[in-house]
């Protein structure tokens, strides 16, 4: 009899969970439903910039979707936020599960390797067929900044993804203390342009303002104090030998005229006299002119950038915006490119273009195509430039007053399109992997640089170093490329 | 006949779900390691074993230091817990008043999500000297916080089998005049012989797979010094393009390694009866 009522007592509880669940799914299908009322086309969207991170993102992305839906009454937005640190993970997830978003954000990290998968859809009948449009609808490739429209296409043009943004690696100076010694120091007070009084501009930074490597160590040193134990009070410039930090390496090859990869990402280019003087430079500003703060994990450049105690970092020139926000509004900084080392011409640095892409499963092309034109117009730069004050891939948004405002209101700006425009391209061949193989390389050097140097290391000498994380870069080149002429036999097969 | 079908249907949920989502991936796995396989477009030709011979053999394979590293934190967490766990549960058996009070205290971290104390300990160890900034203390800080993570939960194992010792054979060794530490070498350490093993055993396994720590704290450095296995295999699986045969073979050498490992563990303190009731 017991047994019975527990018997009972169990089948109810599976009822109710039962119950509940399926109400739950009613709940969020009848959500789902009321949201999009009176829209038939689904579009899925996927990007990173989280408005959990700020909530300007929010702000963006509202309108964008707001403008979209007001032209496209039959279509319904839904934007999924995926962290950028899991986004591979979870496109693979989506992909495997057959429910890929129709459009994404795609950084120049995976591009290359979603197209040769064959997951992403080529886009030249459809930028051939807006051929017509004119204006800031236009979508082509003069267009855009040439950097913005190098990582989007294969070597034999095929074109699979629109520029979204332009972003590139710059030095991001403190004019605060700048301007401080400035007041001393002919030289420092030199890196600023001339007002038409003759008096200089304390709001922004000449783009050459620091002519070679010579130069950035003097400034750098000038600008470092020491605290009467001898530490670093007010560092000069900030390097961080951990992780993504020791990857700051590449700007500095690129300033003395080396590249990380060839163009086929076949063989690591870094292992040469120039690669070793690219290090050695990072390494001696640290261990032998002492002008940065501690080698700390645990602290960003960023971090102590902010805090004020940091003369220079390096970092992208997305990040202003982000120093506005965690400074409380503080915006008296500038930004330049990298100084030419003795092997380089001219201000360097690695600007890439992150795109909008549609997934080769997209079930809803025209909508998705629409979205693509929108975002990518002049009128979707200018709305990133109005909420999130980014630059943009676009040549015709600096000829727009929205930018002169812009660059009025923030002069940090002022200097980015020729920084962007400054740039090599930015590796693009399995990015992750071969940092995994690279980076532990460059950190040992930066940590251990004075035994390196001294002989008693872990490795006989720089270049050393060097070669052997090229040999390890060139063997994940090698599989990835092998990999890639699977993936082309498989759709040769799929097709046939 | 329904008496004997009637366990049967009792775990078969549990069976089909352990099926399921564990076994039929595993076999995956295994199909996976004797494949090319991307995460994003399946498989793409049969390798055979040429991914294990890669992990066991090539230059750029960082299996056998990742396996090192791996080892070393065993050890360490191991003995952590052991000189951790077993202190504490004889001391919190003592306690005359709010044991149960101790014993939640000691037993938070485990139920605290792992990457929650990852982020607490990575701020932490940067307080107390920079311990992950140096290859030498960083696999040893990981194990530290892993031994604190791990104590409390084990600490309760060890109670729940200190409870179960007889009183009266620590009344008989008192009339015999024996001191505390002969007491718990002769009578608490061989009775509390199942449980050390089974806190022995559980705690290399987890040792074996530590993950969120490394991930988050040190992504394997400084200078790979705390790589481990885990870390490769993700990495492999998710960040390089079509290594997932790759990593699903590592996968299984760690699978075989661990399964060697308990093996022995098992044989060297076989379980058997250390007295009569």
């Given amino acids: 009899m017991r047994a019975r009522y527990r018997t009972l007592a169990g089948c109810l509880a599976l009822l109710l969970v039962a119950v509940l669940a399926g109400l739950r799914s009613g709940m969020a299908r009848a959500w789902v439903e009321t949201s999009g009322a009176g829209r038939p086309v689904e579009l899925r969207v996927w990007d990173w910039w989280s408005p959990s991170g700020n909530e300007e993102y929010g702000a963006y992305f509202a309108e964008v979707e707001r403008l979209f839906e007001e032209r496209h009454p039959e279509v319904d937005v839904i934007l999924q936020i995926v962290p950028f640190g899991n986004y591979v993970q979870k496109l693979a997830t989506a992909m495997v599960g057959q429910t890929p978003p129709d459009v994404f954000q795609s950084s120049v990290y995976w591009a290359e390797g979603f197209y040769q998968r064959g997951m992403l859809r080529p886009l030249d009948d459809l930028l051939q067929q807006a051929g017509a449009d004119t204006g800031g609808m236009r979508l082509a490739e003069e267009i855009f900044l040439p950097p913005a429209w190098r990582h989007n296409h294969t070597p034999e043009g095929v074109v699979f993804g629109i520029p979204q943004i332009i972003d590139a690696q710059c030095l991001i100076w403190n004019l605060d203390l700048l301007q401080r010694a400035a007041a001393e120091d002919a030289e420092i007070r030199g890196m600023f342009p001339l007002l038409a009084d003759g008096s200089p501009d304390y709001e922004r930074l000449r783009f050459d303002a620091v002519q070679d490597w010579e130069h950035f160590r003097r400034i750098v040193r000038k600008l470092t104090t020491y605290r009467p134990d001898g530490s670093v009070d007010q560092a000069g410039f900030v390097i961080n030998a951990y992780s993504g930090g020791a990857g700051m390496f590449p700007p500095w090859l690129a300033a003395n005229g080396g590249r990380f990869q060839d163009e086929e990402g076949k063989r690591a280019l870094f292992a040469n006299p120039g690669g070793a003087e690219a290090l050695e430079f990072m390494a001696r500003l640290y261990w032998e002119d002492r002008v940065c703060p501690p080698f700390r994990r645990q602290i960003a450049d960023a971090e102590v950038f902010e805090g004020g105690k940091v003369a220079c970092m390096a970092a992208g020139t997305w990040s202003g915006k982000d120093i506005i926000r965690d400074t409380l509004g503080w915006k008296h900084f500038a930004k330049t490119a990298f100084p030419p080392g003795p092997r380089g011409t001219g201000q360097k640095t690695l600007t890439w273009g992150n795109m909008l892409v549609i997934s080769q499963r997209c079930e809803h092309l025209e909508a998705a195509w629409e979205y693509v034109r929108l975002v990518c117009s002049l009128e979707g730069n200018l709305l990133r430039l109005k909420h999130l004050g980014y630059n943009g891939p676009r040549l015709d948004l600096y000829q727009t007053p929205q930018w002169q405002e812009a660059v009025k209101a923030r002069p940090y700006l002022s200097n980015i399109k020729q920084i962007c425009l400054a740039g090599d391209k930015l590796r693009h061949t399995e990015i992750i992997a071969t940092d995994h193989q690279a980076n532990p390389v460059f950190e040992t050097l930066l940590l251990r640089y004075p035994d390196i140097a001294a002989g008693n290391g872990p490795y006989p000498s720089v270049q050393a170093a060097l070669e052997e994380a090229a040999r390890n870069v060139d063997q994940v080149y090698r599989r990835y490329h092998e990999q890639a002429g699977r993936w082309l036999e498989q759709r040769a097969g799929a097709v046939q | ?277």
């Fill in chain 2, 1 to 277: 006949m329904k008496k004997s079908l009637a366990p049967y249907l009792y775990i078969a949920p549990a069976f089909a779900a352990a099926l399921v989502f564990s076994l039929v991936s595993m076999g995956i796995s295994l199909w996976a390691s004797l494949h090319h396989f991307d995460a994003f477009a399946g498989a793409a030709g049969y390798a055979g074993l040429d991914n294990y011979r890669r992990a066991l053999g090539e230059a750029d394979s960082h299996f056998w230091l990742a396996l090192g590293h791996t080892a070393l934190y065993v050890v360490l967490s191991a003995a952590g817990v052991l000189l951790t766990a077993l202190p504490l549960a004889l001391v919190c058996q003592r306690v005359r008043w709010g044991q149960a009070l101790f014993r939640t205290l000691y037993f938070l971290p485990s139920i605290t999500p792992g990457v929650v104390l990852a982020l607490v300990f990575y701020h932490l160890f940067g307080v107390w000297g920079n311990l992950l900034d140096d290859r030498r203390t960083a696999l040893p800080a990981l194990a530290l916080m892993g031994v604190w993570a791990g104590a409390g939960y084990n600490m309760v194992l060890f109670l729940a089998g200190l409870t179960e010792i007889p009183q009266h054979l620590y009344d008989a060794a008192r009339v015999d005049g024996a001191g505390p530490w002969q007491q718990f070498w002769h009578i608490t350490l061989p009775m509390l012989r199942n449980t050390l093993v089974f806190v022995v055993v559980m705690t290399i396994i987890g040792a074996f797979q530590v993950f969120t720590s490394v991930y988050i704290m040190t992504s394997g450095g400084p200078e790979r010094s705390t790589e481990v296995i885990t870390y490769t295999i993700f990495l492999n699986a998710f960040a390089v393009a079509g290594q997932m045969g790759y990593a699903s073979a590592v996968a299984w050498l760690l699978f075989g390694v661990v399964a060697v490992f308990v093996f022995i563990q098992m044989r060297l303190f076989r379980s058997r009866k250390v007295y009569d009731e």
